[in-house]
Structures are given as C-alpha cells and as structure tokens.
C-alpha cells in the first residue's frame, strides 16, 4: 500500500497538545502516512487574514485531498469567519459522520448501551446563510434543499450502514409541517431506501425522534438528517453518551475529507498537559479507515478502548473508584501505544472490513420535469392592521388573466375570511391567480409589479409557483 500525504493543522489552546498525541499513536500503529503540516486559526485570524488560513495552506489541502485539524479559537466579534463552516463549503464536504457510542462503565453514561451513528447533511439548508430583512418587522433566512445534497446524504448513510455492518437507518425530519423541503429529504430516503433491502429503515418526526433518542437511543443504529436537526442532535448525542470530549467526526466530500475532534480548544486547559486527546483521536481513526489503513485503524481503536478500560483516564472522564489512574494528555497517549496490538477484554472490541468501501456514485441529473407557472406570491411590507384593507388595496392589481386569491400573514390566511384574533406583522404574501379558464404568464407578474409601483404598494419581493409535472410545488396557506 503506497503512503498518503496528509495535511495536519495543530490549531489553537489545546489543539497542538492532542494533535501531538495523536500522531504520536497514528504513527505507532505503522499506518504510511506522510505530514504537511499547516497553520491555521487564531494566529493567521490575528494578523488580519479574516478566513483564517492563508491561500498557501488551502493549496496543500487540495493537493493531499485529506485533512486532520485540531480544533481552533475563533477570535470574538469583529467579522471573522467560522473556518469549519468554510472548509466544509469550499471543500464540498457534504456528508458529517459522528460516531456516539458510550463506554459504560468505564465512563459515566445513562445509556450504557448507546451505540449511533449521527450522519448530518453539511453543506445546506438553513446554514447556506440567506439571509434578509425584508420589513421593519420581519427578516428571513432561506432553507435550501437540494435533491442532490438529499441523494448524497442519504446514499452515504445507506453505504456506512452496508459496510459497517450496520442494520438500520433512520431518517429524522419535520416534513408534517415543511412539506416541500423536508418533504423532499424524506422522499429521497423512502426512494434510497428500497435499494437497499438488506438493511432495516425507518422515518421519525424530528421531535419526538429526538425524545426518543435523548430516553432511549439503543433503539437506534445510523441516524441520517438536515443539517440544522443534526447539528443539534449530533451533540445532544455524544454528550449523552458519556462526554462530547470523546467524540471525534469526519467531513467527507467526493474529492477531499476533514476530520476533527467536536469539541473546540479549551483554551483555559490550553498548555497544561491536561486534555483528553479521544475526540482527535477518534476523528483520526476515521481518517485511517477512509484512507484504507484498516488494521492501523481497528488497532488503535481496540488499544484505546483497553485503555479506557483499563482506567487510565484524563481529568474530564477520571472518576474516583472506577479510574485507577489520572494522566496527563502525553501519558495518556503512551499507554494507547503500549496497548497496541492487545484488545479490551470488557468492552467489545471493533473488527473493521478491510474491504469497506463505499460505493458512491456522482449525482446524474433528472430530465427536467415540465414546469407549469400556476400564479405568484407578491410579499408586501404594509403597516396597516386590518387585512381587508390591504385586500381593497392590492385587489387594485388584478389584470383580466389573474387576481388576488388569498393573503397571509407569516403564513396564516387571514383574508379572505381571516379570524380578527390573528396576529399580523407588517409583512403580508398576496398570492395572485388566474380566473377560472384563464392562465398566468411572467408578463402578468411584470404588470403586477409595475401596478403596484405605480399605486404605491410595497412589494418587497415574489416567489413564482410552479407545478412540476402537475404537481404543485408550494404550500398551501395555513387555513386555506
Ligand atoms: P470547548 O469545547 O473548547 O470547551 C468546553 C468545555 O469542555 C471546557 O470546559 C473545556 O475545558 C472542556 N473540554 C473540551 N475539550 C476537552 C478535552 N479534549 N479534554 C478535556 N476537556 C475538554 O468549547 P468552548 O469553550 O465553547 O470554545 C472554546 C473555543 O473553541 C472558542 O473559540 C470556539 O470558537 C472554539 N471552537 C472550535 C471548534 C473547532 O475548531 N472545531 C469547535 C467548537 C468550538
């Protein structure tokens, strides 16, 4: 097997301290790996480079493609941008795997049994950042989903299931209430799904799936989810599973992948040879595996589980009457390479696939689906109370093909027939349509507009609503 080039950044507070650790145990375990390190963080933020990392160093994680990064201190205030959040962009890294699993009783857990995988869509919805203020009283922040960001996401929860014997994957998402945009992540999974027959699926409603994992997470295996949901729930999960220090996650795209530790660099226990280097370590063990270094990876994996059960624990999990002995971050990691090649005995020990190899294919396209336009939403600011009001003013804009149909107010229709106990902001969607018999072109919208120009009604912006091979891509009001 041929040596892989990897770039490691050592970044900030405790960052250098476990990323030494760690390498120190990576290259104990004989995996063929070749560093280059780069700098990144506080001190690049600092010298007034607003991203955090020079062209440079962006150069040589493109060129080795894989990236092991110690967590940073993001500077407060001041404009700077999240690193992670530009990494996983830029490198296209949809997919974010986070292992949870508790090792009870070495480690103090209410769920001694706890073993999930958390699989987070990372490039979309609400975190594509679009965001506007549109009236005195409302602002808006667009949720974007994709099919392909839902085909990927999902495809990648299917295949870790497959290759790391995995035998269920539940979806979690809130399509009861988004039925377009969680809609589509729930129907692609029902869609992917059948494809793989061999492994168990099942669908919850975020919240009460949540609930659920939060009581009772043995009863769950891969989970796979929107990027928001499972941002929130990938950490309400390694914290229950015994410590979010543990906890280690990989960033992986179709040409390049980053792995890190979930939590940030501590900067008070920055230096003082007191950090627990698991959650680096863990990410670095996923590292391995994706690179092919299986045995590298299934060994520290069973010497650090030993370890642990050994009681050799730092500060964060050391609890007096099951931890024999405290250690600092660098003994740590020295007992981790004395056990390599030996397996814990109480916990289970891990055998990984030498073969584990996903298959995923880049996304193909669909033939585009034949796109009716069936009316338009023109969103007003107006600062009135009483929608009938607004409905006598905007009726003004009716032309012989279309006419006002209906308003609401933060999607509840409050004209016509609005109940009075409603509370209206001043940002109201008008939602035109054609008469009976008739049909809507974009020059209706163009006179729409020009209409409300000219009569002095605020429109702050449309959104056009289409059917896509007849069916309607829109919601309905709330109400209606
Ligand atoms: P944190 O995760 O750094 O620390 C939270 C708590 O956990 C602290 O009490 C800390 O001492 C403890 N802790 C964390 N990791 C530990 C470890 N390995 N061993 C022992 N104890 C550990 O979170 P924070 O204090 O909110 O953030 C500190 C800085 O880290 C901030 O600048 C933040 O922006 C940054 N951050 C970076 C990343 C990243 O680079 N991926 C992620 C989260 C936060």
Known sequence: ???????????????????????????????????????????????????????????????????????????????????????????????????????????????????????????????????????????????????PGCEKIVRYAFEYAKNYNRKKVTCFT????????????????????????????????????????????????????????????????????????LAGSANIGEECAMFEAIHGSAPRRAGQNMANPSGLLQGAIMMLKHIGETTAAQNIQNAWLKTIEDGIHTYDIYKEGVSKEKVGTAEFAKAIIANLGKLPTMLKPVTFAKDAVLNLPKYVRKPAAKKDLMGVDIFVHWSGTNPNELAAKVQKLDNENVHLTMITNRGIKVWPEGFEETFCTDHWRCRFKPFEGKSITKNDIIQLLSTALNIGVDAIKTENLYNFDGKAGFSLGQGQ
């Open 174 to 245: 809130k399509d009861n209430i988004m039925k377009q945009s969680d809609g589509l992540f729930h129907q692609v999974f029902d869609e992917i799904a059948k494809e793989y027959p061999e492994i168990e699926n099942e669908h919850w409603i975020i919240d009460i799936g949540a609930a659920k994992m939060a009581d009772t997470p043995e009863v769950f295996d891969v989970i796979v989810t929107l990027n928001l949901y499972g941002d929130v729930l990938s950490d309400v999960a390694a914290q229950i599973a015994g410590s979010v220090g």
């Open 1 to 147: 097997m041929s040596t892989q080039r990897i770039t490691v950044a050592k970044g900030d507070g405790i960052g250098p301290e476990i990323m030494d650790a760690t390498l120190a145990i990576i290259l104990a375990s004989g995996a063929k790996i070749e560093i280059d390190e780069v700098e990144i963080g506080e001190k690049v933020y600092l010298a007034g480079n607003m991203a955090g990392i020079a062209k440079e160093s962006w150069d040589i994680i493109r060129k080795n493609k894989i990236f092991l990064k110690a967590p940073i201190t993001t500077p407060q205030g001041g404009g700077y941008k999240s690193l992670n959040v530009t990494t996983r962009k830029f490198l296209g890294l949809y997919s974010n795997v986070r292992p949870c699993m508790s090792l009870h009783p070495y480690v103090k857990t209410k769920h001694p049994i706890m073993d999930i995988v958390m699989i987070r869509e990372n490039e979309e919805d609400l975190y594509a950042g679009i965001e506007h203020q549109q009236t005195d009283e409302v602002v808006q922040c667009l949720k974007l989903i994709s099919r």
